[in-house]
């Protein structure tokens, strides 16, 4: 069993629609939690962070995470064609594992106009 | 927010060649930085942190002396692979966090662009 696991879609939505991404994982020592967002052969660019469970929200991005059922959620209001990307979830543990990030698959997201 | 840079951005080489890529922070300095690999479609597998001044740590599976790693100042890392076959061909991604701040963005993880090697 991978300890991030994302479904890979692809998903593909209209434009304006709201997008729900998801993630699990397995390992109890993750506490911090973060949604990449990567262009075609490009690095990825950090999106959101949260540090244990509950919301967090930045413009039409909202991330949630529920530590109880290592669950963690981003939600897209609005998408627009320029949020066509693959969104990855990635987690990581504190103290001296910090840094040290473990990616879900990544989710090839399409909004069409 | 800070920059990381990777060079080259592709890299074409024969079989049995080496090759060396560079990491650089360029606008902060980088105590630690991560090598990442990543193959079509599939997810980033940390390969090694890269520590400055010290031997690299790296990750269950992954050969250090296939893959060797120097961070030989605080603004670059290299990763040199060595002996390079067509099974190595990947995008290779490096990322680096600025300790000289605090709170989330002390702890925002940034990428470089990546490399993308093919072995002939």
């Known amino acids: 069993q991978k300890e991030v696991e994302q479904d890979p879609g692809p998903l593909s939505v209209p434009e304006g629609a709201i997008v729900s991404l998801n993630c699990t994982y397995s390992?109890?020592?993750?506490?911090?939690f973060m949604w990449y967002r990567q262009y075609s052969r490009k690095g990825p660019e950090l999106l959101m962070y949260?540090?244990?469970?509950g919301n967090k929200e930045d413009g039409r991005f909202t991330a949630q995470v529920d530590k109880s059922s290592k669950y963690i959620s981003l939600f897209i209001r609005d998408s627009q064609p320029s949020d066509s990307a693959t969104y990855l979830c990635?987690?990581?543990?504190?103290?001296?594992?910090?840094?040290?990030?473990?990616f879900g698959q990544g989710t090839i997201l399409t909004v069409h106009p | 927010g800070a920059v990381v840079s990777q060079h080259p951005s592709r890299v074409i080489c024969k079989s049995g060649t080496s090759v060396k890529i560079e990491c650089r922070s360029l606008?902060?300095?980088?105590?630690?930085m991560f090598w990442y690999r990543q193959f079509p479609k599939k997810s980033l597998m940390l390969m090694a942190t890269?520590?400055?001044?010290?031997?690299?740590?790296?990750e269950q599976g992954v050969e250090k002396d296939k893959f060797l790693i120097n961070h030989a100042s605080l603004t670059l890392s290299t990763l040199t692979v060595t002996s390079a076959h067509p099974e190595d061909s990947s995008f290779y991604i490096c990322?680096?966090?600025?300790?000289?701040?605090?709170?989330?963005?002390?702890?925002?993880?940034?990428f470089g662009p990546g490399t993308r090697l093919l072995v002939l």
């Open positions: 990322s680096a966090r600025d300790p000289g701040t605090s709170g989330r963005k002390g702890r925002t993880q940034y």
């Open positions: 390992n109890s020592a993750f506490q911090y």
């Open positions: 949260t540090y244990s469970s």
């Open positions: 990635a987690c990581t543990a504190g103290g001296t594992s910090y840094g040290k990030l473990t």
């Open positions: 606008d902060f300095q980088a105590t630690t």
């Open positions: 890269s520590n400055e001044g010290s031997k690299a740590t790296y």
